[in-house]
């Protein structure tokens, strides 16, 4: 089974500032996808941001970006110009088809006013 | 709007009763799942099916049991063989074909407290 590692349990950021929250992923698949979802205190799970392995360019959604390292199993997330509605715990979540479905354990962020 | 239902949002049980979470989406996805959330635990997969009278289990899927008689439908009754039943559960959905990027879509999770 693929594993995957978010190496931070909890963070904290100021306002306003840069955060990045790293996960690594154990695969020997070659397509697959890689996604971080957010459950702020209300626990309903929002989709983040999205990656296909076969693409090359890092994804980006306005404040929130990813570096994916393919070779390295990597991908991190990077939230710049944090908020206060930015508090949530973080989740890495790896998939190959539906039914490889591979979550991280979560990293809890913290934005500090 | 489509999306995914889950009912009772709390649920109070006592030790030795069986309880059904219900979950329902209109999404026309073909998968569904369940997971259970404990804190420091990230989100762990007890159930899923991908087509209707079909489900397999997932990595904790003991003292769990699940049906899937309509594609809209994914109940899961946590039985009195649960022995840690308190917990927050989450259903979710996925579509099987194409375009199948494997993003999950979620309903808003059960809390199950067992007295």
């Known amino acids: 089974a693929q594993t995957v590692t978010q190496s931070q349990p909890e963070m904290s950021v100021q306002e306003a500032e840069t955060v990045t929250l790293s996960c690594t992923y154990d695969t020997s698949e070659n397509n697959y996808y890689l996604f971080w979802y957010k459950q702020p205190p209300s626990r309903q799970m929002i989709l983040v941001i999205r990656?296909?392995?076969?693409?090359?360019q890092n994804a980006t959604e306005n404040r929130f970006s990813v570096n994916f390292q393919k070779a390295a199993k990597s991908f991190s997330l990077k939230i710049s110009d944090s908020q206060l509605g930015d508090t949530a715990m973080y989740f890495c979540?790896?998939?190959?088809?539906?039914?490889?479905?591979?979550f991280g354990k979560g990293t809890k962020l913290s934005v500090i006013p | 709007d489509g999306g995914i239902t889950q009912s009772p949002k709390y649920l109070f049980r006592k030790e030795g009763q069986n309880v059904t979470l219900s979950c329902e989406q209109n999404l026309n996805h073909d998968a569904m799942y369940w997971y259970r959330q404990d804190p420091g635990q990230g989100l762990r997969l007890i159930y899923y099916?991908?087509?209707?009278?079909?489900?397999q289990k997932g990595d904790i899927a003991e003292g769990y049991s699940v049906s899937r008689e309509k594609k809209e439908s994914f109940p899961l009754t946590v039985t009195s063989a649960q022995k840690n039943p308190t917990a927050f559960y989450l259903c979710a959905s996925s579509p099987r074909g194409p375009p199948n990027t494997g993003e999950l879509f979620f309903g808003e999770g059960s809390r199950l407290t067992v007295l």
């Open positions: 099916s991908q087509i209707v009278n079909d489900f």
């Open positions: 990656q296909e392995a076969y693409k090359q």
């Open positions: 979540l790896y998939g190959a088809g539906s039914y490889q479905l591979t």
